[in-house]
């Protein structure tokens, strides 16, 4: 029931829909540079998953957005409150918070295969909402998208942050199911997918947004 429901929202809602994805960059899952990893497995199971699911995307012609965190230095980290408490606190899942995708590291870039010619970039997230402090919302409204396709890290941080702001800016809200992951493991994972579910958009699978978005939408220029 809730998959049709989602499928029906979809094709009544999503009129001109994008794709968002969150940090899908080395810097969460690349295992060899990452400062806040995802586990290995899970780290590639995600990319194997996103990879081919974004190109089906594309192929529906649906503009693709990757949000990318990135910062100048350590103090626009550390001036969250929150933040700077993890980094301070030992065997913090965050405790490498404060080296996390700094200008000129490696973590910055996409994970192979998760970009492609012609998406849209935003490089300036510094903070779990990718509406603060980033274009995010220019490139929707120039673009006259009225929903978005959610995927990426983590769920229980990024992901549900950007959901609760897309949806009190009106989108329509879709949080593809198999497209995002955490690294804090499947109860924060699961919980913060109920708690979209609950009053945010919709969590969807895969196979059921791709059916419901199966006629290419125009795309202005």
């Known amino acids: 029931m809730a998959s049709t429901e989602a499928a029906d929202a979809l094709r009544a809602l999503a009129q001109r829909p994008a794709v968002v994805t969150i940090d899908l960059h080395r810097g969460h899952l690349d295992p060899d540079v990452a400062t806040l990893p995802l586990p290995a497995e899970s780290s590639a199971a995600l990319v194997e998953r996103a990879v081919p699911l974004l190109d089906a995307y594309r192929e529906r012609g649906i ?3 990757h949000v990318i965190t990135a910062y100048r230095n350590r103090a626009e ?8 408490f993890q980094a301070e606190r030992p065997g913090s899942s965050r405790a490498a918070i404060a080296e996390h995708n700094l200008e ?18 935003v490089r300036t997230k510094q903070r779990y909402d990718c509406f603060i402090g980033t274009d995010l919302e220019m490139v ?22 950007t959901a609760i702001a897309a949806s009190v800016r009106d989108y329509a809200v879709f949080v ?3 497209g995002v992951d955490t690294m804090l493991g499947p109860e924060l994972h699961e919980a913060a997918l109920s708690v979209i579910r609950a009053s945010f958009g919709w969590v969807v699978p895969a ?5 419901a978005l199966a006629e290419p939408r125009a795309v202005s220029a």
Do not use: K
């Open 176 to 178: 593809v199911e198999e």
């Open 207 to 211: 196979q059921v947004t791709l059916d």
């Open 104 to 121: 000129g590291m490696p973590g910055l870039e996409l994970m192979p295969g998760i970009g492609r010619e012609g998406d849209a970039i």
């Open 140 to 161: 929707l409204r120039a673009g006259g998208h009225d929903s978005v396709l959610v995927l990426g890290v983590n769920t229980n941080s990024c992901v549900i942050a």
């Open 77 to 84: 980290i550390l001036d969250n409150a929150y933040w700077r």
């Open 63 to 65: 503009p693709v957005i």
